[in-house]
């Protein structure tokens, strides 16, 4: 079928170059997954330069999975291709979150230095049969980027979305990425210590092991599809990045104990440690181990000289005690840390020292720091592939002494670690009692107070559905004395109000009516309607369309 290449998108900016313009085409080449959230990484395939008959080329790919160029040098010159030593081939299987079994994405790269434009040919599964099509290249001249598609005779509906999401979602960000230069210089990488194409395939083992039968069970108010993705995806880094031994481990502050039940059940030996139990244990087979321990990382006797690895998963107040306990265990003792909440040694918040970083980065700068110079290890860093936002790991991978300066280096440590609590200060570990925080508990005529102030200040400020009043204006009207009870509890007044989200709806540091809609999923009339009872103007909706008992 006849293809004709039509420009679809421009974009223009004074400091865009091509070294910018290049380093982006880098990053879309190889991290496709920043952009389309169903792949999970890039694997190259081919790379080789045309110098001459671009055969050559075709030859160099007849082994490969390639079958979507029916006619090589046909697409070829429908791509609109030049020879010469400046331009560059590659060929690249784009990495999906689907079954191992499935498909996955290929793409063909033709990157012409010379002119500065890189074509794209991609194709893609099509519900399992057949592939989808499409070519589009990105050209930089003068300060100016250009869009090109080509488009088939007769589109499809299909097609013409395609189009779409290259003009309106694909080329945008590919423009922010040259405008801001950030190509191939992240803070960190992702996956940077384990081959992205195994992990794919183990995640998606896993994944289809344990998540179905895991959703069905789930005892804890956390969301299931966030922390069981999560602890499948740290179980499948830390499978890999141990290899083939089979090692042992301690968990410390196993909080729901998923990463530990995975693990165990995958084979490896090791415990998890927590102050105390959660629903969820219940749900594990006795070979999940899983133990109630108030830990005092800062006794010496804190260690275990048997387990090759110490493990810290969002373990907030021991984060920065988990190479420590790796130090004192044994020589060839290593840790994993993903740290979350910045805690000092002490139990107490940790103070940023570097106004240019947010407190995460600036944490994790230190705890990087003090792992290398202080407790003299070799690490490394990474990015894991979770769904949050604390996803940089520290590794503690070996140690930088000999195993004879072990006692010396373990008494170093210790002094520095004592040395951060100051005169007279312990460290005292978290409550075996978790108390709940979220406003669910307090007075109930001092939450209804506090709803009919904040309904009263929207109402009269007769902008009705549209009307918008600050946090910080309505903390004046609410009063301080219900505030300072309010406060008590973790959030405060924007918890309250969150937590009556079929009333308000609270964005961007402000607080208006929700007005009720259709079909909005909720609950069907298991409560009263709010509106009906007490807004000006009622309900918006009849009685037979509201949710809400009118």
């Not at 740290?234 to 141990?242: D, E, G, K, M, R």
């Not at 006692?407 to 670690?417: G, K, L, R, Y």
């Amino acid at each position: 079928m006849p293809w004709s290449w039509k420009t679809v998108n421009q974009l223009h900016n004074e400091d865009l170059t091509a070294d910018k313009f290049w380093s982006a085409v880098g990053v879309w080449n190889s991290k496709p997954h920043l952009l389309i959230k169903h792949l999970m990484g890039a694997e190259q395939l081919v790379s080789s330069s045309i110098a001459g008959d671009s055969n050559n080329v075709f030859d160099l790919l007849a082994n490969q999975p390639v079958c979507w160029v029916e006619n090589p040098q046909e697409t070829y010159n429908r791509l609109g291709l030049n020879v010469g030593k400046d331009v560059q081939v590659e060929v690249w299987k784009l990495l999906t979150k689907k079954p191992v079994d499935w498909n996955d994405y290929l793409r063909l790269s033709v990157f012409d230095r010379k002119n500065n434009a890189a074509v794209f040919y991609d194709c893609s599964p099509k519900n399992g049969h057949g592939m989808d099509k499409y070519a589009y290249s990105v050209q930089f001249t003068d300060q100016l980027l250009e869009l090109h598609v080509a488009v088939l005779e007769n589109e499809s509906k299909d097609h013409q979305k395609t189009l779409y999401w290259l003009a309106h979602v694909f080329f945008p960000k590919f423009f922010k990425w040259a405008v801001n230069d950030k190509g191939f210089k992240p803070v960190v990488s992702s996956l940077s210590h384990v081959c992205v194409k195994m992990y794919c395939q183990l995640y998606s083992q896993l994944k289809e092991k344990y998540a179905k039968s895991l959703m069905d069970v789930w005892t804890e108010v956390t969301d299931p599809k966030k922390y069981i993705h999560k602890d499948i995806a740290t179980a499948t880094y830390l499978i890999l990045l141990w290899g083939n031994t089979k090692q042992n481990f301690i968990d410390m502050g196993c909080g729901n104990g998923l990463l530990v039940h995975i693990l165990n059940s995958e084979g490896y030996n090791g415990i998890g440690l927590d102050v105390r139990s959660r629903k969820m244990w219940a749900q594990y087979p006795h070979s999940t181990v899983l133990e109630v321990s108030k830990i005092d990382p800062s006794s010496p006797e804190c260690k275990f000289p048997n387990v090759d690895w110490i493990i810290g998963n969002h373990s907030d107040e021991l984060s920065p005690w988990v190479p420590v306990i790796a130090s004192r265990s044994n020589y060839s003792c290593k840790f994993f840390l993903l740290p979350c909440c910045p805690f000092e040694f002490n139990g107490s918040r940790y103070q940023r020292q570097d106004s240019s970083l947010s407190q995460y980065h600036d944490y994790l700068k230190y705890l990087e720091k003090t792992c290398t110079n202080v407790f003299k290890f070799s690490i490394k860093i990474d990015r894991l592939r979770i769904p949050s936002t604390k996803r940089t790991c520290i590794i503690g991978w070996s140690k930088n002494y000999l195993p004879q300066e072990v006692n010396q280096v373990v008494q170093d440590i210790e002094n520095f670690a004592q040395s951060k609590f100051g005169e007279n200060v312990l460290f005292v570990p978290r409550s075996s009692e978790e108390r709940v925080r979220n406003c669910t508990k307090l007075d109930k005529d001092l939450v209804s107070s506090v709803v009919d102030c904040v309904a009263s200040a929207l109402i009269k400020s007769a902008d009705g559905w549209e009307c918008r009043i600050t946090l910080s204006d309505l903390a004046k009207t609410v009063g301080e004395e219900r505030l300072k009870k309010l406060k008590k509890e973790c959030g405060g007044l924007q918890t309250l109000l969150k937590n009556h989200r079929y009333i308000f709806l609270v964005e961007k540091g402000s607080v208006g009516f929700r007005k009720p809609v259709k079909n909005s999923g909720k609950i069907w009339k298991k409560h009263k309607c709010w509106f009906y009872h007490n807004y000006p103007e009622k309900c918006p909706l009849n009685e037979d369309e509201c949710c809400n008992i009118h």
